[in-house]
């Protein structure tokens, strides 16, 4: 986010000032091990271009993360993913650019330096549960968050997850998160949710929550959803590797626009943008626009 001006056409979009169709969160992984693009962006210079590439492509907000969140991932300290993701922030900040920064991130300590580095947006996949430090942060710098559901945490979510039914628990996990945050003091219309695909949830739990989204949209504020390149798109298509699932990435978020998701993460922005604009002018004009 360089500009004031592109931060707010950002946030104006999500907050929903005006109401457009959705708005494309480029994802920037400044890791080793990030499942499908670990270790192309750990240096800063090639993260930074990469971040500018994506928002040239259509991304209106990058979400730069510092730690890997896959299944099995193991945990990395704050001051690792300090010095992985700061100086990006900062670089991207000072570009210019039209596009709000996030970060994602559990950490108190990394969501505190990356909003003071530029950031507006905080993406926190454990929807403020891993840190009892986060929510006071978020409340007190006004700035936007992203909640997530997962079951349980990275190294074992994929360990037989298990649902009673995973839209109705996944939509009450997402209620009492947003009753703490607001509870915390975090502006209800600050916050964004998220059904948190392939986050402790098998092939079925991901096509049923795809399915059923409108069931989460009902909840009453923007909802992101995070397909891309997941593995159940590769295990539906035949066991396509991450660079092939582009396809089932483009269908999935698609559909969910449709049944009303507005923010939408992915690594592949211009291919996605395209689809979703053509997507939105299909299901009628008071869809048609895009994201910019
Ligand atoms: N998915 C990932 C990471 N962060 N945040 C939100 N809000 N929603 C998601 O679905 C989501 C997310 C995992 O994808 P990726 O960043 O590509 O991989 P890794 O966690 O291995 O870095």
Redesign the pocket.
């Known amino acids: 986010m360089g500009s004031c001006e592109g931060a707010n056409r950002a946030l104006v979009l999500i907050t929903g000032v005006v109401s457009p169709p959705f708005t494309v969160m480029g ?1 920037l ?1 400044v ?1 080793p ?6 270790g192309r962006y750990l240096d800063a210079e090639a993260a930074v271009a990469r971040g500018l590439t994506l928002a040239a492509d259509g991304a209106e907000i990058l ?1 730069v ?1 510092g730690e ?3 299944p099995g ?1 193991e945990p990395v300290s704050a001051q690792e993913e300090l010095g992985r993701v700061i100086p990006v922030i900062e670089a991207l900040f000072s570009s210019g650019g039209e596009f709000t920064l996030s970060v ?1 991130t559990t950490k108190r300590a990394v969501a505190e330096a990356a909003l003071g580095a530029g950031a507006r947006i905080v ?1 926190d ?1 454990s929807a403020l549960r891993f840190d009892p430090d986060m929510a006071a942060l978020v409340a007190e710098r006004g700035a936007e968050c ?1 909640l ?1 559901h997962m079951l349980g945490e990275p190294r074992t979510m994929q360990e037989q997850p298990r649902y009673e039914d995973v839209v109705s628990d996944v939509k009450a996990f997402l209620e009492e998160r947003l009753a703490f945050a607001v509870g915390e003091g975090v502006a209800e219309e600050r916050v964004w949710l ?1 059904p ?4 402790g949830k098998t092939v079925e739990h991901n096509l049923e929550l795809l399915r059923r989204l409108d069931e989460i949209v009902a909840l009453g504020r923007p909802v ?7 593995s159940f798109l590769g295990k539906l298509a035949g066991g396509r590797a991450e660079g092939e699932r582009l396809p089932g990435t483009i269908a999935t978020n698609v559909l969910a626009l449709e049944r009303g998701a507005t923010v939408f ?1 992915v ?1 592949d922005v211009a291919e996605v943008a395209d689809a979703l604009a053509v997507a939105a002018a299909t299901v009628g004009p008071q869809m048609a626009g895009g994201s910019q």
Do not use: E, Y
Not at 196 to 199: E, K, L, Q, R, V
Not at 224 to 230: A, H, Q
């Open positions: 994802v992984n890791t091990d990030s499942f499908s693009d670990g979400d993360g890997s969140t896959r991932a994602d993406n996949v992203c997530m998220d948190g695909i392939g986050f992101v959803l995070g397909t891309s390149r997941k993460r690594h």
